[in-house]
């Protein structure tokens, strides 16, 4: 299973506000990712990622035309139909690779990345950088025990003075 890691987030690598506000991103960042989650056609959250969209007015995981799996270690968390549990990052790529994916998107939060990285479970990353430097914030990666090398693959000039980066994750052997 080929996992992709994709995050917006500020030139200093917060993805959210401490309230998990994402008002520093720009629209152009939801396109770029519904567009991908279409084209592979799962993507992988946490539970407070979940939580937190599922309020939102303007953008909602329910309308992007995808596969949605949310890794939850309490399995009594009840998800909105179209959803599909799972307890840690292998069972989410378990049932992935059960409804007949090669590929899944994974999209966050900072603890679900953090957990996947420590699992060895990312292939690739995807970053889209907005002109922006906020001083708090929930980071990129929840603080946790891994190290990863990085071999850049591209990096693209968005609209909106966005700069897309994407890496190639080292596999150690």
Not at 53 to 79: H, P
Not at 135 to 147: C, P, Q, W
Request: hydrophobic residues 40%.
């Amino acid at each position: 299973m080929r996992v992709s890691l994709y995050m917006a987030m500020s030139a200093n690598g917060i993805i959210a506000r401490e309230n998990y506000d994402e008002d520093f991103l720009s629209h152009r960042n939801w396109e770029v990712f519904c567009k991908l989650a279409e084209n592979i056609g799962c993507f992988i959250i946490g539970r407070k990622t979940y939580e937190v969209v599922k309020k939102w007015k303007d953008y909602n995981f329910d309308s992007v035309k995808a596969k949605k799996i949310v890794v939850s270690k309490n399995m009594n968390f009840e998800l909105d139909s179209g959803y599909t549990p799972a307890k840690s990052p292998k069972d989410a790529i378990s049932k992935a690779s059960a409804m007949g994916f090669k590929k899944v998107l994974l999209t966050g939060g900072s603890g679900i990345n953090s957990a996947f990285m420590k699992d060895g479970l990312v292939d690739e990353i995807l970053l889209n950088i907005e002109p922006v430097v906020l001083g708090k914030g929930i980071r990129l990666f929840a603080e946790d025990n891994f190290d990863s090398r990085l071999k850049l693959i591209n990096t693209r000039k968005l609209p909106k003075d966005i700069i897309q980066l994407h890496y190639k994750v080292k596999k150690s052997k």
